[in-house]
């Protein structure tokens, strides 16, 4: 088996292998399900509560993808903004990482003042958790292009503009795709915490609705689909770095 069919098959090989070590506990020492739900009892449950899973999952899933396409617009447009000048770069940065560091759970109350409860708050919420990594990804590309290369295209009749469009842009590729998969999860992570009480509907509001009727293994399935999402649209992304920016990655190849 080559190196690439080892590393394909080794999150399945340790993914199955976690399962069977969580189900052997669960059954030797007879864990109860309303404290540690076995993943049987979490499957039992995925099968048994399908059709509502899915709807809920439906929800979670449109709400956080219009979420994270605000977030790609708006955090390639600042981080290109704030990379392209030095001082924008230099004034702005240490401000976007004081808002980053705010809990965006904070803000899902303010939202629902402002927008009610649906939507709104869902879509706001993942949103502001992920933009950040796009943008200072961006950002950072651009504002550590090389001076040297800068300055040969300079004496070559290039304009700033024409440095950052051809050269900058290309060259943060890489740091751009990164971002696109660390900030889809968060995406997630936003949406269902603000449906977690700022909706009745989605993921968020069933393991809510789960937690509070003792269901533990639905609860614990709610999860499951949405790491199941996460994990499916960070290998998209995943595979779209790799067929975009070859370049930078035949060190895998």
Known sequence: MNNKAVKT???????????????????VFSVSEFIFPSPYAIVQSLVEYAGPIAEHAWRTYWVT??????????????????????LLYAAAYPL???FNALPKAAFVPVLVVWFGIG??????????????PIMVNIATGLATLEPELEDVLR????????VLLKIGLPRSMPYFFASLKVAITLAFVGSTVSEMSAANEGIGYLLVSAGS?????LAFAGLMVIGAMAMAMY??????????????????A
């Open 65 to 86: 993808m219009v979420g994270f396409a605000i977030a790609v617009v708006v955090g390639l447009a600042l981080g290109f903004l704030i990379g392209s000048s030095p």
């Open 96 to 98: 976007m990482t004081a």
């Open 213 to 217: 009727s003792m269901k533990m293994p």
């Open 119 to 132: 939507v709104g708050p869902a879509i706001l919420t993942a949103f502001l958790i992920s933009f950040f």
């Open 235 to 252: 290998e998209l992304f995943a595979i779209v770095e790799k067929r975009t920016t070859a370049w930078a990655h035949r060190g895998n």
């Open 155 to 162: 004496v070559l009749g290039a304009r700033r503009m024409d």
């Open 9 to 27: 098959f080794a999150p399945w090989a340790l993914l199955i292998a976690i399962v069977i070590v969580w189900q052997l506990i669960c059954s």
